[in-house]
């Protein structure tokens, strides 16, 4: 998918970032404009200690105006007191008003204080192993039966298998611990004909599960192993999903200490680790900077429905779109001029947003033709949050491999993956005792547990990913009967919640979904089944 790329915000100035170190020589750079720093390197080493330096914030930041045949572009450069080195970025320069000038400082002080290159800048890089090429196919390969998610459009076999090797590669042959970054787990959906409610349940159990999998099985072929990083996007969504900013909070957190327990168990509890963007925006730790910040006059953005924001959610959310948003005039423009892809994709997020607020007390506020204008304002609104958000990745990420949520082609820059194991999990848009239907394969729809619930059909070892409506409405016509679980035996104390649930028997025979189990095999594992579904305590579960 080709999004419009233009734009006059910073990310879209930014030509290279880099390393140097005190004498001037440069030890690492990356970006668009990656040859011409290198090109013109000698002429700004001669510069880098004059007066063209400006001290920015105690002398730590500079900012250097450059001449001659770079006389449009200008560097900020930061050296932090822990460092031996000099981290900079390289922008186009435009003539803009002392606020705009401030903001735009501030910006790329948090880029040069937040970005991960992932790679070696001294001298002292790690020999790579003798079979470090043979151990990146494996790696690769890996992937793609683990984890890669197969598009109707793919293009792994194409050009994606390469692209993807290419950033194993880069740190293959530093024999350094391969990094991926992957935008997910944001918050439950505020409709709860999807979700059993607000907290992680056994669906995000589950994909933490998956995640911390593939690592290990990394582990066991490449001895400096991965850290995958969990990149929340909730507070960059939640204002346009009708989702409370405190309830994003909240999620977080217990997400975390989910995390926690599986890597307790797994013996590991460095696999998967997480940052948001209040972390990336150094929030959390500069509190008392907040009024300074909102000195800076940067410029609101659009809400469409009534959420509660917290003040630090909502100065991420126009920090990042000051810093990183496209032309809004471009998108529209395809929009109107009904570019296929373009069209597809609004519309699809129109769809999904009518569907996804179709509870929320605003929505249902509104009259129908007024819910389907709200939910096409949000579709452009979120197109454009999830540009800027991919933009600001590709910064503080340049070279982690990119994972995403979406059915992407998989050509690259990302990757298309699955949570849920196919092997074991199957999503499903019925109950129905004569099948399954599975799940529409688009853009937006790849199975995530913050849009679903899990089932689990007493007796069975298959798990099933649905919308909790779907569970509740079997339940109510007769077809079933269940509870709400948190545990499962002595062995889970993670309190993730799922569906359990038992089928009506007929003739001597209980009938699931997708197979048959004779009556007394479940009764040996069960109670009574309830006829209404109902929170169960420890002693009332249905023991599997």
């Known amino acids: 998918m080709e999004f419009p790329h233009e734009g006059e915000s910073i990310y879209y100035r930014y030509q290279a970032l880099y390393v140097r170190d005190g004498n001037g020589s440069l030890l690492y750079c990356t970006g668009p404009q990656t040859t011409k720093l290198q090109e013109y390197w000698d002429r700004i080493n001669i510069g880098l200690d004059t007066s063209s330096c400006k001290p920015k914030e105690n002398g730590e930041f500079y900012l250097i105006e450059l001449k001659d045949e770079l006389q449009g572009f200008e560097l900020y450069e930061i050296r932090l007191a822990s460092e031996e080195f000099f981290t900079g970025i390289m922008i186009s320069r435009t003539a803009v008003s002392s606020d705009i000038k401030d903001f735009e400082t501030f910006f790329n002080g948090l880029i040069l204080r937040q970005v991960n290159f992932a790679a070696s800048c001294v001298d002292t890089t790690p020999t790579p ?8 196919d494996s790696i690769v ?67 933490l599960e998956r995640l ?5 099985a990394i582990e066991k072929i490449y001895d400096p192993g991965a850290k995958l990083w969990i990149i929340s996007d909730g507070h960059v969504f939640s204002d346009c999903i009708g989702v409370d900013d405190k309830d994003v909070d909240e999620y977080g957190e217990k997400l975390i200490k989910m995390n926690r327990l599986v890597g307790l168990r ?16 150094e929030l959390k730790r500069y509190k008392s900077r907040l009024d300074q910040i909102f000195q800076l006059n940067i410029p609101p953005i659009d809400h469409h429905v ?5 003040i630090e959610a909502e100065l991420c959310r126009r920090i990042l779109m ?22 597809a994709l609004y519309r699809g997020f129109s769809r999904f947003m009518l569907e996804d607020l179709e509870l929320h007390p605003f929505a249902r506020s509104l009259s129908r033709s007024k819910q389907k204008k709200l939910s ?11 540009q800027a958000y991919s933009n600001l990745v590709e910064m503080l990420f ?85 509870i709400l679980r948190s545990q499962d035996g002595e062995t889970d104390s993670s309190g993730a919640v799922y569906f359990s649930v038992c089928t009506i028997s007929l003739g001597g025979v209980q009938r699931r979904t997708g197979e048959t189990v004779k009556e007394k095999e479940t009764h040996s594992e069960s109670q009574e089944p309830v006829s209404t579904l109902e929170t169960a305590t420890p002693d009332e579960e249905i023991a599997t």
């Open 129 to 136: 192993p003798r079979n470090w090429e043979s151990t990146t």
């Open 141 to 207: 390969s890996l992937f793609d039966t683990f984890l890669r998610y197969r598009s109707t459009d793919d293009k792994w076999i194409d050009s994606g298998r390469a692209y993807f090797a290419d950033r194993v590669r880069h740190f293959t042959s530093q024999g350094r611990q391969i990094e991926l970054c992957l935008p997910a787990f944001p918050c439950k959906s505020s409709n709860t004909n999807k979700v059993t409610g607000k907290d992680p349940d056994r669906g995000e159990l589950l994909a």
């Open 212 to 216: 911390h999998g593939f690592v290990e």
């Open 266 to 281: 797994r013996g590991n509890l460095d696999r998967v680790g997480f940052n948001s963007l209040v972390d990336l925006f």
């Open 306 to 310: 009534h959420t509660k924001a917290t």
């Open 322 to 343: 000051a810093g990183c948003q496209s032309q809004r005039y471009s998108l529209r423009a395809r929009i109107d001029s009904q570019d296929p892809a373009i069209l």
């Open 376 to 386: 096409s304002k949000i579709a452009f609104e979120m197109i454009m949050r999830n």
């Open 398 to 482: 340049p070279n982690h491999i990119r994972l995403s949520i979406h059915a992407h082609n998989n050509a690259g820059p990302k990757f298309g993956i699955q949570l849920f194991d196919p092997a074991m999990i199957r999503a499903v848009d019925s109950l129905s005792q004569t099948g399954i239907s599975m799940a529409p394969n688009d853009l937006l729809h790849i199975p995530t547990p913050w849009h679903n619930s899990v089932v689990k059909f007493v007796g069975s070892g298959v798990l099933y990913v649905t919308k909790a409506k779907v569970v509740r409405d079997a339940i109510t016509e007769g077809d079933m009967t269940g």
